[in-house]
């Protein structure tokens, strides 16, 4: 793995507002493209580890989708949803970017060691936690959050009450980002935490080409003058 | 009970339909707003760098007579539930506007209570109404000794939004003026929009049927 390239947030990604900064990294260490923060629009898609063969393909197909529209996909290299999301971008020849919750020169879980390789050697790998650094559990809690922070949008394939991602979903919705949820999560009546979040103003996503309506424009391409 | 009119005022208007490159630029500025975004070469915050435009061109608009150096600004709230410290850009423009000295101070008494429809999320004929909007509102800790309110917003489409909550406040605020301000006034018909520089004063009206109009 070669050495990560150190940046702010705010470097790539122009400048924070008041509500972006108050849970931003102060620094980014990356391996891979740097241009896939800066240019294109980026979506994450996330959900739960022990995901079921349902949510795997429901994840795998929105990351296509996504792929095939030139939307970079964003995820978290777990097991389960994330891998689910990163394989089929990579698949459907689109970018991906893998935020971590480890230093970039460490892999969790282990058996995504040759993933991590290729999203850091063709796509992008963003770490918060300097090389070094111990793997810590509220590591994954930050690694969210600053998941939803690079993301223009965020989609919530299939999670249980205790999940991880929702700490990325409450945070989309800090943000004032959209936040999307899969229309079989809603629908579940076991679940508390989906209507809590449409309270909040998560969206219901029943087919994935209504995430496009809902995608701001590019953040960076921002024109020099008003026309007012 | 709701007023059955009520004066607003808007600075930009924008198309949500039109195809024309000038429409499609206004929608993205729109964005812009609501995400906060930097503009301009110095990447100024969204409130802060309309709100300098809005002061820089007060007097080609009659803005001045709505925005005044006593005006107590309130925020609008989100149609949703919101948590403490999310984005909340009604309030970032009401900031805004007090530090070019386009009102005296920012109020934030209006709160959600339950959640609504998201407006965007919606058919037109489902979108929530002026009555839904005041159900749904409360006023916390409201203490000011002003005689001149406006709620602040960020986009106005019916106005059912602001309706809504001025009749919220003229409830515990009787005898007190209350009008509306919206940054970017919609223009559902494309063949309408111009361009986004289009500084008004209006009036929404409460129809028969609970609906509210905006004119302009």
């Not at chain 1, 919705?173 to 936040?179: A, F, H, Y």
């Not at chain 2, 007097?59 to 403490?84: F, I």
């Amino acid at each position: 793995m070669p050495n990560p390239l150190v940046r702010t947030p705010a470097s790539l990604l122009g400048p924070l507002n008041e509500v972006e900064e108050r849970f931003a990294p102060s620094q980014m260490f990356l391996v891979g493209d740097l241009g896939l923060l800066t240019q294109g629009r980026r979506v994450a898609i996330v959900g739960s580890r022990r995901a079921s063969e349902t949510g795997l393909k429901r994840a795998a197909r929105l990351a296509r989708i996504l792929a095939e529209q030139s939307v970079i996909v964003v995820s978290g290299l777990a097991e389960g949803i994330d891998t689910a999301g990163h394989r089929a971008a990579i698949a459907a020849r689109g970018r991906t970017i893998a935020v971590l919750g480890t230093p970039v020169d460490r892999c969790y879980p282990p058996g995504n060691a040759s993933l991590q390789d290729e999203i850091g050697a063709r796509h992008l790998l963003v770490s918060q936690f300097p090389v070094g650094q111990p793997v810590q559990k509220q590591n994954f809690i930050l690694r969210n959050r600053t998941m939803a922070l690079l993301s223009d949008a965020s989609v919530i394939v299939e999670a249980g009450e205790s999940s991880g991602s929702l700490s990325q979903g409450w945070e989309a919705l800090r943000l004032g980002r959209p936040l999307f949820l899969m229309r079989s999560v809603v629908e579940n009546p076991d679940l508390e935490w989906p209507q809590e979040m449409l309270d909040h103003g998560a969206r219901v996503l029943a087919e994935p080409e209504e995430l496009f309506d809902g995608l701001p424009p590019e953040r960076n391409r921002e024109p020099a003058d008003a026309p007012f | 009970m709701l007023l059955s009119d009520l004066e607003f005022g808007s600075f930009l208007c924008y198309s949500p339909h039109g195809q024309d490159e000038r429409a499609q630029e206004s929608r993205a500025w729109v964005e812009r707003i609501k995400g906060e975004h930097g503009c301009g070469q110095a990447r100024l915050p969204a409130s802060v760098f309309v709100a300098r435009r809005l002061s820089e061109r007060l007097a080609e608009t009659e803005l001045h007579t709505l925005l005044t150096p006593e005006t107590v600004l309130v925020p609008a709230p989100r149609s949703t539930l919101q948590r403490p410290g999310s984005l909340w850009v009604p309030a970032l423009l009401a900031n805004a506007l007090v530090l070019q000295g386009l009102g005296r101070e920012v109020v934030p008494c209006l709160k959600r209570t339950r959640a609504l429809r998201k407006s965007a999320a919606v058919p037109a004929a489902e979108r929530p109404s002026a009555r839904e909007h005041f159900d749904s509102l409360e006023v916390t800790d409201f203490g000011f000794s002003g005689r001149d309110i406006v709620i602040v917003d960020d986009v106005i489409t019916r106005g059912a939004m602001l309706l809504g909550a001025a009749s919220r406040l003229a409830l515990i605020l009787p005898g007190i003026r209350i009008r509306g301000f919206a940054l970017v006034r919609t223009l559902s018909d494309p063949e309408q929009f111009r361009n986004m520089f289009a500084p008004c004063l209006g009036h929404v009206r409460l129809l028969e049927d609970g609906q509210t109009r905006r004119r302009p």
